[in-house]
């Protein structure tokens, strides 16, 4: 399939399952053509995809790894070459490998790094430059309670998305008035494989809604957050989980 004319061309980084296949359907439902990238799940990028055409939208998958430079500025003048322009996208990419800090070895540490943080940086230059040149465009980036609150065992996870809010509010500040914007979304715990082995019951005692998330909840807020109706809102950090402070 190919976007039609009037399509907002939107890449979405992780966009296999969880939080990230929340998104995509969530931006084909308000008319998006979808670029939902995947590392490894093909099958479940696959199923993304049929779930945007059922929603009446259109999409593609595509391969690659954030983490490396080189690869993903090539994919982003593939997409910007093919479909004619990038107008959002979605850093959603991300990994936890939790542990005590003086217990963590430095793949641990600095593969978590690389895919928030680094990856960020890997797709986001390359995009913005699009978007320069047109003065036109939305990124959000989803980062986590992580970044804002302690979380014991997640230092590397806290550091990359912290870092990932510090980054993408400068660079909001840099792009501001070319038309660029640039948000963030800070979801709490939400139901996805990234908490499985969470101890939910125990958890849900410190949320003041006492449930945990769903990925839809947290989709909405970016799709508002690409939409019209939040135009003059950039540099923020949006948290969505259930009152956590």
């Known amino acids: 399939m190919t976007a039609k004319d009037d399509q907002q061309i939107a890449i979405i980084t992780g ?30 990028a696959e199923q993304t995809l049929a779930m945007v055409q059922d929603v009446g939208s259109q999409g593609e998958i595509y391969q690659f790894d954030v983490r ?8 982003v003048e593939d997409i910007a070459e093919r479909l004619g322009s990038i107008d959002i ?21 600095q593969s978590v790094i690389d895919t928030s943080l680094h990856g960020f940086y890997n797709l986001t230059r390359p995009v913005i430059e699009k978007m320069v040149r047109r003065r036109k465009g939305t990124i959000v980036s989803i980062s ?8 014991r065992g997640q230092a590397n996870y806290s550091a990359a998305k912290a870092g990932l809010n510090a980054a993408s509010r400068g660079v909001a ?14 979801p709490g715990l939400i139901e ?6 969470v101890p939910k019951d125990q958890i849900k005692a410190m949320i003041p809604m006492s449930r945990i998330g769903r990925p839809d909840e947290v989709a ?20 969505v989980n259930g009152g956590m402070f």
């Open 68 to 75: 490396d430079e080189e690869i993903t500025e090539k994919a």
């Open 173 to 186: 500040c840099e792009v501001a008035r070319l038309g660029i914007r640039v948000n963030v979304v800070a």
């Open 15 to 44: 966009g296999s399952k969880g939080i990230g296949r929340a998104i995509c359907v969530e931006l084909a439902r308000c008319g998006c053509y979808t670029v939902i990238n995947y590392l490894g799940d093909k099958n479940g």
């Open 144 to 151: 986590s309670a992580s970044s804002l609150m302690a979380h």
């Open 220 to 239: 909405r807020v970016v799709g508002f957050l690409c939409s019209d109706a939040a135009s003059y809102m950039t540099g923020q950090i949006i948290s």
């Open 192 to 197: 996805t494989e990234m908490i499985r082995n």
């Open 89 to 109: 996208l979605i850093n959603n990419a991300g990994i936890i490998a939790d542990g005590l800090f003086m217990m963590m070895s430095p793949d641990n540490w």
